[in-house]
C-alpha cells in the first residue's frame, strides 16, 4: 500500500532563512510525487511535482524539491523564506494525473518576522 | 492552470438534515472527479472517484448511502451528506481531471461543512 510520511507537524523559521520541508514515501510502482500548499480555510495550489527525469524539480514561488530514490524522499526546500510562504504544506503521491492521491499529514509552517 | 470551483465555501446545518456541495469545472470538461475530505489538523483522505455518467467508487469506509455523489455532467459533480451529524463536520475538498488519464486534476477551495 502506497504511503506518505511528513515527519514534522510544525515547524517556525525566521523570514529570510532557509527551509526544507521533510516527505518520505511508500509505492509500489514508479511514484508520482507532488507538493500542495494550502492557506487558512482554502483549497490546495499545486507547488510542484516530479514524474521523471531531472531528480531536482523547481516549482512556483521559488520552491524546489528534491527526489531521491535511494532514500524514498521527496523534500521540498526554499532557499529565503517570505512571510506570506506561512500554511500548511503536503506532500502526496499518486498517479501521473494527481488523481487518487495519498497525502501526508502536512506540515505547519510558521514564519516569524 | 484549470479552475475549479466548490459552493458552497461553508455551510453550516441542522442535525438530521441534508446539505449538497457543488463541485464545478469552469473552462474544462471533467470526465473524472474526486472527493476528498479533510479532518482538523489531518490530512486529506479521499473518499470517491466519480466518472461522468456512471455511479461512484467508493474507498473503503466511507459509507455510500450517506454521502451521495451525482456526476451527471461533465462540468459539474455535487456531494450530497445526508442526515448529517456533528461528526460529519470537516473540510471536503473536490478535484477534477479533464479529458484522458494522461491529464491532471486540479483542486477547488473546499468546503467547510459544520453539523449542530
Known amino acids: 500500500a502506497q504511503s506518505v510520511t511528513q515527519p514534522d507537524i510544525h515547524i517556525t523559521v525566521s523570514e529570510g532563512a532557509s527551509l526544507e520541508l521533510r516527505c518520505n514515501y511508500s509505492?509500489?510502482?514508479?511514484?508520482?510525487l507532488f507538493w500542495y500548499v494550502q492557506s487558512p480555510g482554502q483549497g490546495l495550489q499545486l507547488l510542484l511535482k516530479?514524474?521523471?527525469?531531472?531528480?531536482l524539480v523547481q516549482g512556483i514561488k521559488g520552491f524546489e524539491a528534491e527526489f531521491k530514490r535511494s532514500q524514498s524522499s521527496f523534500n521540498l526546500r526554499k532557499p529565503s523564506v517570505h512571510w506570506s510562504d506561512a500554511a500548511e504544506y503536503f506532500c502526496?503521491?499518486?498517479?501521473?494525473?494527481?488523481?487518487?492521491?495519498?497525502f501526508g499529514t502536512g506540515t505547519r509552517l510558521q514564519v516569524t518576522l | 492552470g484549470a479552475v475549479v470551483s466548490q459552493h458552497p465555501s461553508w455551510v453550516i446545518c441542522k442535525s438530521g438534515t441534508s446539505v449538497k456541495i457543488e463541485c464545478r469545472s469552469l473552462?474544462?470538461?471533467?470526465?473524472?472527479m474526486f472527493w476528498y475530505r479533510q479532518f482538523p489538523k489531518q490530512s486529506l483522505m479521499l473518499m470517491a472517484t466519480?466518472?461522468?455518467?456512471?455511479?461512484?467508487?467508493?474507498e473503503q469506509g466511507v459509507e455510500k448511502d450517506k454521502f451521495l455523489i451525482n456526476h451527471a455532467s461533465l462540468t459539474l459533480s455535487t456531494l450530497t451528506v445526508t442526515s448529517a451529524h456533528p461528526e460529519d463536520s470537516s473540510f471536503y475538498i473536490c478535484?477534477?481531471?479533464?479529458?484522458?488519464?494522461?491529464?491532471?486534476?486540479?483542486f477547488g477551495q473546499g468546503t467547510r461543512l459544520t453539523v449542530v
Open positions: 478535484s477534477a481531471r479533464g479529458g484522458g488519464p494522461g491529464t491532471e486534476a486540479f
Open positions: 502526496a503521491v499518486g498517479a501521473r494525473t494527481a488523481s487518487k492521491l495519498t
Open positions: 509505492y509500489g510502482a514508479t511514484p508520482y
Open positions: 516530479y514524474f521523471s527525469g531531472d531528480t
Open positions: 473552462d474544462f470538461q471533467a470526465t473524472t
Open positions: 466519480s466518472n461522468e455518467g456512471s455511479k461512484a467508487t467508493y
